[in-house]
């Protein structure tokens, strides 16, 4: 039984999978498609097809390496280190020996990238 995608994005993925580009309104749109219903998968399905077709299955390993964890009051909505994420319940900064250990792991590991993170009350 094949259910059908809400027309509008349908509409906007068929678009978009015919490298068309999509304008503002129609990228908002494909932001506030709820989470596990089949409009999010068809556009992760495009998403990925996308990818693989314009980049050639050419991924990139970036290694993201936190400075220091804690439930950080800064609370920005797209960050794990929250208070209101609830996973860190501790305040840990990182040995410079460790920053360096996993800097080195990860270029045995042939990352593209390497990123140091922070929280918001990171002392500069």
Known sequence: MKQELEPRIAEILKKALDIVPVNREEALTLMRVPLHTKECYALMEAANRLSRSQFGNKGENHYHIGL???????????????????????????????????????????????NLMITGTYPF
């Open 68 to 114: 220091n964890v804690e439930p950080c009051p800064m609370d920005c909505l797209f960050c794990s280190l929250t208070r209101k994420a609830g996973i860190f319940k501790e305040k840990i900064e990182f040995s410079m020996d460790q920053i360096v250990a996993w800097t080195r792991k990860a270029e045995e590991h042939g990352t593209d990238g390497l």
